[in-house]
């Protein structure tokens, strides 16, 4: 079908999307829609700036669904940069349910079949001035033997400097705020200081970056009122964060200030690894595809011994941002 | 004290350490006096080789203990070699008391105070061919408040190369095999299966190295035999590993190979953020010391999207070994 692979990355993961938007679409397909849509624009920013792009389609073997991967690597611009779709469904396992019970949600009772869509996208420019990006958007629904159903969305997207530059934030923090204000005045200053609890790296007693949004089973609305505040979201994405790229990938740096950028993405490792509840779902997720998960993982990153940002350096200012989150928009 | 400075790396935990011994020993001053021997030996042996080392003499703030910890960093043979000791001791937490449940242990009844021993050391060398060597020795005693106790010990010690020597591996699981012996010809064989078992990274379906030993929970025999055990074992660790240092130290290597060592690293990240034992219960404990529990962490790490060494490389033969455990001694 080459009109999909035009609008999308790759062939859509359900064979017969176009029929079933067409006929005026279903939520799951319309969420599978937006997430190739959001991939497609995002990669489209990527590649504009710099590199080639890899594309995997992939299958979850014996399982229902699969996904599209798209990476750079190793390119004059990016360290390595991921955008993911997948839209995965089967049978939701104890251990999902016990991670969405845990935070403090009622699922529907009985055994459980689930479908989610989504798209995620972690972003580490080579230049240590031009910070790391990560969003992520998605649909959950779950479905019992009587066949009700349960569903709801959930999202974010933060910022991770290793250099404060007070500008770039509010740029980024500033687009997202003027997103979410189209759809409820109240879900900026929600949604931040909830990416503000939950990006946080518990036992460094720090967040991850400078933070943006987060939320999670958002199922209060209409669905049609999400599926269009998703999709404003995932147009913010570019204007947000690209030109902080643009702005910084040829600024002069020296080797230590590189060393400081690969200590921050250890972090980064840290935060992915012990607490991102993505990565731990994937993980756990039986066939799910490794590669596309760690994705979000830096190309190299470090961790020194008892490393201490002198008093008064630039180093140290960035640790005390992420010790103590600022308002930014 | 200048006496203990010498047979240890720095003056006891306990301030009466000496005065316990001479009165003939309770079994918390007799580990507390292992593993600070453990640690000196182990330290002489990696600064005999290359290399200045850097002590810390830590105490948990309000609460009981501390520790102290050795490293090595960044010097021509060691990207990064730390050996800790602590002593610490306090309340049990519910989330401790659950993991140790969790892996079918029976606690005593009510609320209980803990107190815990153990030396844990992890060497990254510099050179592809010199392997990554981690081990850890540890008692764990319960107090309940009808003051019954309950105690056990635990430790392990493998091997993660990034290039398959086998003779290395032979010495170094031989060396094992015989203080083992000594204590029980049970032991290495079932230890050895315990750690092909522990070491495991369950989302890449690979052992994180060529194992070793790992055992847990080992509470019934008389105390005496397990702090004989774990002094051969201790013991043990500078000739079942420091020779494959030396013999490779100084080995050629190319920048591929240097890559393959660093995603390799990568994995090793991945293993004791997501599932290791130690690193969890470190991460969780109020007032841990983070520097010391993540000198397990190495130098540097890497990690590639897709990376597949090729059919009948090197590289392809640790992959193959790593998804398929042998016997070695």
């Not at 080459?2 to 067409?22: C, D, F, G, Q, V």
Request: glycine letters at 10%; hydrophobic letters at 40%.
């Amino acid at each position: 079908n080459k009109a999909a692979m035009s609008e999308y990355m790759a062939e859509p993961i359900t064979e017969n999307l176009k029929e079933r938007l067409a006929a005026g679409g279903d939520m799951q397909a319309q969420m599978e829609h937006l997430v190739l849509t959001i991939q497609k624009a995002v990669i489209t920013g990527l590649t504009g700036v710099c590199g080639a792009v890899r594309v995997d389609r992939w299958v979850r073997l014996g399982r229902g669904g699969g996904g599209i991967s798209c990476v750079l690597q190793d390119t004059p611009v990016w360290h390595k940069a991921g955008c993911n779709v997948s839209v995965v469904n089967g049978v939701l396992t104890e251990r999902a349910a016990g991670e969405m019970a845990s935070r403090g949600k009622t699922l529907l009772p009985g055994p459980k079949k689930f479908f989610a869509a989504g798209v995620s996208c972690v972003v580490h420019p080579r230049n240590p001035f031009a910070p790391t990006m990560h969003f992520n958007y998605r649909y959950f629904q779950i479905t019992n033997d009587t066949n009700e159903t349960q569903s709801w969305f959930g999202g974010g997207q933060d910022l991770t400097p290793a250099y404060v530059n007070e500008e770039d934030i509010r740029h980024f923090h500033g687009t997202l705020k003027a997103a979410c204000d189209r759809h409820d005045p109240t879900y900026y200053p929600r949604f931040k200081k909830w990416a503000d609890e939950y990006f946080m790296i518990t036992h460094r007693g720090e967040t991850r970056g400078v933070g943006g949004i987060f939320f999670d089973d958002l199922a209060d609305q209409p669905a049609g009122h999400y599926l269009a505040f998703l999709t404003d979201m995932g147009n913010a994405v570019v204007p947000a964060y690209i030109p902080l790229v643009v702005k910084h990938k040829d600024d002069a740096f020296t080797d230590a200030q590189q060393e400081w950028q690969q200590i921050r993405r250890g972090r980064y490792v840290e935060f992915n690894l012990v607490y991102d509840r993505g990565t731990k779902f994937g993980l756990f997720t039986p066939e799910a595809r490794i590669e596309s998960i760690f994705i979000s993982l830096p190309l190299t990153a470090r961790w020194e011994y008892c490393h201490e940002p002198e008093e008064g350096s630039a180093e140290a200012e960035l640790v005390a941002l992420v010790k103590a989150p600022r308002e930014w928009a």
